[in-house]
């Protein structure tokens, strides 16, 4: 797919400005589901996609292919939703990714053969999480996120941070301790 993304920015390049939309087409969901999981809340979401996108249109010559066009991508929501979480007071930003009425991140099976026990941890993991990954700074939530959700390689987080290979480890293994320090006492696990 990089290959055709390539393609389609040559053509935006070269002025084909409708040809932009096929690079929102492909790249809007993951966009949407990265600013969520570092947002928390679905409207934040949506407004860090469309300042995403407005930017990318924009910067597109700046766009010099040393990494995929969405790892580049990836770099300017990031920086989107930090600066949006930036505007808002630290207890807001934890408040609004703790929000319990938020959409989850995680999909629990509720049909009606599913087990209500099972069904009832699986939330409270997923509450728990959502309150540890707030706590943790933008930088570590983004290379956690990134790397344990979206599956980049440290190479392509550390493009997208804009951080060398060993700040970007240093950033993932953080967030993972951190997270598996609060984890610990809802999976029964001794420190």
């Known amino acids: 797919m990089e290959a055709s993304d390539l393609a389609v920015v040559a053509r935006v390049r070269a002025g084909d400005n409708d040809a932009f939309r096929l690079l929102v087409e492909r790249h809007s969901r993951t966009t949407f589901r990265l600013a969520y999981r570092l947002t928390g809340h679905e409207h934040d979401a949506e407004d860090v996609v469309q300042e995403t996108f407005l930017r990318a249109f ?29 505007q808002r007071p630290r207890h807001a930003s934890a408040r609004s990714l703790d929000d319990k009425n938020a959409e989850k991140i995680e999909v629990v099976d509720q049909s009606a053969g599913a087990d209500p026990h099972k069904v ?6 997923g509450h728990r999480l959502r309150v540890a990954l707030a706590d943790l700074s933008d930088q570590e939530r983004s290379a956690f996120v990134l790397r344990h959700y979206e599956g980049l390689s440290i190479e392509e987080i550390g493009h997208a941070l804009g951080l060398r290979t060993s700040a970007t480890k240093h950033s993932v293994f953080r967030a993972v301790k951190k997270l598996r320090r609060s984890m610990e006492p809802l999976l029964g696990v001794e420190p």
């Open 120 to 125: 009832l941890a699986t939330a409270e993991v």
């Open 58 to 86: 924009r910067q597109i010559g700046q766009f010099q292919a040393r990494s995929s066009f969405a790892t580049w991508l990836y770099r300017i929501a990031v920086n989107c939703a930090h600066d949006l979480l930036r």
